[in-house]
């Protein structure tokens, strides 16, 4: 089983370039995210989804973008590459709404800005 | 709003010996409660969860988990630590539309 596979796992942008980094799930789960780590932090919320055509703000949605057309994908944009976006993001996805089921990560993928 | 504290950075603890890594929270309403696994350039892995009943949770790789309500805690144990056992944990929270908020993280390093 595949899970959630986030594509690059490694990516340096310059300042002011956009990108869009990909997030899919075959478990057909209604919940997905998108956090960013940051050292010191934990993770914190950027986007998340309850359903095909719903998306909502987490904690810290400024200079990303995502749209989710398909239960399986996910994918964040970045709209103009900023120094502070350097981080790890990790999409997540879950089954239900507030059901306690235990999230599942992807591998995460590494951004430097330059 | 909903919050969890991990309030050590790092734990060591030796080979054998064991573990306790601290977490509170603040979490209105009943919490739903997690520690997650994370290794080296790895994702996060679901350890275990509290929803509702008995307050010791037994999860993967022989860990467990106590919940105590009057402490806002839910602090992670282990009986006897592992060198394998190495890695970043994080407590998390659930709050309404499953927005998980989660710790700072703890560095637990088991040493030989």
């Known amino acids: 089983n595949a899970g959630v596979t986030q594509t690059p796992k490694f990516q340096v942008l310059k300042t002011g370039q956009s990108m869009t980094l990909q997030c899919a799930q075959d478990?057909?789960?209604?919940?997905m995210s998108w956090y960013r780590q940051d050292p010191g932090m934990g993770l914190r919320l950027i986007h998340y989804s309850v359903g095909a055509g719903i998306t909502d703000q987490g904690e810290v949605p400024n200079g990303y973008n995502v749209s989710r057309s398909t239960t399986e994908d996910f994918p964040l944009r970045l709209l103009s590459a900023a120094p502070s976006q350097t981080s790890v993001y990790f999409c997540?996805?879950?089954?239900?709404?507030?059901?306690?089921?235990?999230?599942?990560f992807g591998q995460g993928t590494r951004l430097t800005v330059v | 709003a909903q919050s969890v504290a991990q309030p050590e950075d790092q734990v060591n603890v030796a080979e054998g010996n064991p573990l306790t890594v601290k977490c509170t929270y603040s979490v209105s309403g009943n919490p739903y409660l997690f520690w997650y696994v994370q290794y080296p350039n790895r994702g996060l892995q679901f350890l275990l969860k509290y929803i509702t009943g008995d307050n010791l949770v037994k999860g993967s790789y022989g860990f467990e988990a106590e919940f105590n309500k009057s402490q806002t805690s839910f602090h992670l144990k282990k009986p006897s630590a592992l060198v394998s056992d190495s890695a970043l944990y994080f407590c998390?929270?659930?709050?309404?539309?499953?927005?998980?908020?989660f710790g700072t993280g703890t560095k637990l390093q088991v040493i030989p």
């Open positions: 997540a996805s879950s089954s239900g709404r507030r059901t306690g089921a235990e999230a599942f």
């Open positions: 478990m057909n789960h209604e919940y």
């Open positions: 998390a929270s659930e709050g309404g539309y499953q927005k998980v908020t």
